[in-house]
C-alpha cells in the first residue's frame, strides 16, 4: 500500500481509502535476488526463476511459485539498501505460505560461487529464517 501511496504522489495523484485495492492489503513475503558471480565463467550468473518449497506431509518439498515476478525497480534498491544492477528479480509470495521449514530456492544460469567448491551451486536453497521475517 505504502509503494501505491509513493507512486500516487509522484505522479500528484490523491490516493485515498478508495484506491486501496483488495489485493494490496494481502501480505506478502517480497524476496529481492540479485546476479551472483558465475563459479566457473568469467559472466555474471542471471537469475533464471525463484521458488519457495515449505515441508508438506503429503507431496514432500511442494514448490510454490510466486504470486508474481518482476524485474527490480530503481525503489526496491534503494528499499532493499543494496548496490543497483542489472538482472535483479523481485518475487512475491503470500505470507500464508510462509512456515517454518521454508526455503527460497533460486535458479541461475551458470553455476555461482560459493563459500568453498562444494557449496557452488546452480540451484541454490537459502533457508527461510520466518523469526526475521518483519
Known amino acids: 500500500m505504502v509503494l501505491a501511496a509513493l507512486a500516487a504522489q509522484k505522479e500528484r495523484k490523491s490516493f485515498g481509502s478508495a484506491d486501496v485495492a483488495p489485493e494490496i492489503l494481502a ?22 526463476a525463484v521458488t519457495m518449497t515449505a515441508w508438506n506431509a503429503t507431496a514432500g518439498h511442494a514448490p510454490l511459485q510466486p504470486l508474481s515476478t518482476s524485474a527490480a525497480t530503481k525503489e526496491h534498491y534503494v528499499l532493499y539498501d543494496v548496490g543497483q544492477g542489472n538482472g535483479a528479480i523481485v518475487a512475491s509470495f503470500p505470507m500464508t505460505a510462509v512456515v517454518a521449514g521454508s526455503d527460497i530456492r533460486v535458479v541461475f544460469s551458470h553455476v555461482i560461487r560459493g563459500s568453498s567448491a562444494l557449496t557452488n551451486c546452480p540451484e541454490c536453497a537459502v533457508p527461510l529464517g520466518v523469526t526475521r521475517i518483519r
Open 27 to 48: 501480505p506478502e513475503l517480497h524476496v529481492l535476488v540479485l546476479p551472483q558471480t558465475a563459479a566457473y565463467d568469467p559472466v555474471p550468473a542471471i537469475v533464471q
